[in-house]
């Protein structure tokens, strides 16, 4: 982990169905195979309601965890297995997960554990790095590198004019 980086960090805790409270946490290290991301903005997922009461059953989480299943921001510490991610890179990081060696075994951070015991054991090793957090610990195949001069860049000069947190809704919604 990076030394500028503080031990704690503070993160939306679930502890059951219909309870969270905001809550100081350690900050997850990166280990090789991971990346650790500054989050700048998160989606808020359309079933945020039902995943927070878990008044269905493909939405109950193990608990206690951290909720937030996607979201964009800066990588400030990667494992020594990482090849072409930097600290600095502003990236994007997907919510769905496969097992390293059973693709058939997937999860959706933030959203559901899936139905096997495969994929709830899959689940509890991440539980904890949702994106409703500052920082969310990723495992390398789920981070992806953004144009940031692209993306952020004025209209005039080649670039979209983007902020990061427009990044997480579609045009639609952003107009309402």
Known sequence: MAPSLPSTMRAVVQTGPGTAAVESVPI?????????VKVEAS???????H???????????????VPGSFG????????SDATTLRE?????????????????VSIIRGVTAGWTPASQNLYKTLTGNGFFAE???APLETVFRLNEER??????AGGLGYIPGELMCSPESASL
């Open 151 to 156: 993306l952020f860049g004025k209209p005039g």
């Open 28 to 36: 997850p290290k990166a280990d090789a195979g991971f990346a650790l």
């Open 135 to 137: 920082y969310v610990k």
């Open 88 to 104: 600095g890179q502003f990236v994007m990081v997907s919510a769905f997960i496969r097992s390293r060696d059973n693709p058939s």
């Open 51 to 65: 995943i927070f009461k878990a008044d269905i059953d493909m939405f109950r989480l193990p608990y206690p965890a």
């Open 72 to 79: 964009v921001g800066r990588v400030v510490a990667v494992g």
């Open 43 to 49: 989606l808020v997922h359309s079933n945020l309601a």
